[in-house]
């Protein structure tokens, strides 16, 4: 990289798990990649939004099994070099997951991206694409020294909002039927106690019944922080019905109204946390959903509800339950995966009319239960490694021609399931 202006064959926007797989993904299959993220560290909800666990990487029950490995199996590994990951464990609902420690995410994905061998910039956001007769030419981005602008023979979606897309004209959908929130972490909590969801709900509802008010949601969970008495708390519940900064300096500023409003309520009422303080919130409001891509195929219920595979054309496998948060009721699993899983069609992770644009993460085409699926982010590692992969090998194609068995062949080569 030299000079504000940057060339190389495949370029990924966003840097959260479907991003740094992405990145990952064209890499390996031979592509000269860069990865820009706005932030000024990786890992999107995962870090920025305090979302204390990757869901995702296996299904659940008593017969589990993992799947998803490749990029998302190189961060567990480098997580548990790191003294952080020791095996899958069971959240408050009864589901598999990994917890991790957003600090420690920070430093294992720093050291991922600086020992993988492709181009990174942090601190850099997108802000408009050159499009010609469906295929993206170049990027415009910007920082604190001003615009530069990266040219690309491939490009990945993986921004959490679809901004790649929309910009560069493709169709998009925008949803918030489901809720997003602001997490927030607590000091000095007594360990060993009830803070099952029935017992924080029990909670609220005494707070509320005192008089307390300006409560989003009753339902929620509260997690440990390994070898500390820190707790992450995951309760508010608000639907965001826009990405315009108006829209969202609203509600980050009544998610940090209400953060307040849950610690005292949680000091008062939920036994346990008596001594406690609030330590931090967010930084930035998780969102479950917002843009969603217009592909070539979506992604449905009847997919996940009958673990329906596509052995010719499956790119990554979904293994998470429909978990669906919707206004203020309690979280709801629509679709159990158990020990099954379903298949992830390429057609998924391609825009309608899109020459050499792919997508990963929780933007690819979905509808809403499907999406309530994948969106986790353990899928965001699968999804995103083969849309980077996707990108690499449809790179010199300019009718957007690929080639789906070759896609799937060089995703087992790098330890993907598909």
Known sequence: MKGRNITCDVAVVGGGSAGIAAAIGAHDAGAKTILIERSPYFGGQATNAQVHSYCGFCT??????????GAGQRVLDKLKELGHFDGFAKSPTGNLLVWQD????????DDIVSEAGFDYLLCAGVIGADVKDGQIISLECADDNGRFTVNAKSFVDASGEANLSFMAGFKTEFHCEQ??????????????????????KSAIERAISDGMSG????????????????????????????????TQTRFEMEGRRQ????????????????????????????????????????L?????????????????????????????????????????????????????????LWCGGRIICADLIASSSIRVMGTGFATGQAAGVSA???????DGRYDVSAIRSELVRQGALV
Not at 230 to 246: F, M, Q, T, W
Not at 392 to 398: C, E, F, G, K, Y
């Open 60 to 69: 659940n029950g008593e017969d589990w099994q993992q799947v998803v490995k």
């Open 102 to 109: 957003p600090e420690y995410t920070k430093l294992a994905l």
């Open 179 to 200: 809720s997003g929130g602001l997490v927030f972490r607590m000091g000095n909590v007594k360990t060993n106690r009830d803070y099952s969801p029935a017992s924080i």
């Open 215 to 246: 409560f989003s949601a009753t339902f929620g969970t509260v997690g440990n922080v390994k070898g500390t008495n820190d707790y992450i708390v995951n309760i508010i519940s608000l639907k965001i019905p826009g990405l315009d900064a108006e």
């Open 259 to 298: 953060v307040h409003a849950y610690a005292e309520a949680f000091k008062k009422y939920l036994p346990g946390f008596e001594d406690s303080w609030l330590i931090s919130s967010g930084p930035k409001m998780g969102y479950r959903e917002s843009r969603r891509i217009i592909g070539e195929y979506q």
């Open 300 to 356: 449905c219920q009847d997919d996940v509800k009958n673990s329906r595979k596509y052995p010719e054309t499956s790119i990554a496998r979904g293994g998470w339950g429909a978990e669906l948060h919707i206004g203020d009721s309690d979280v709801t699993f629509g679709e159990e995966r158990g020990a099954k899983y379903f298949d992830i069609p390429i057609g998924s992770l391609r825009p309608e009319g899109a020459q050499n």
């Open 392 to 398: 690499a090998l449809s790179m010199n194609n300019s």
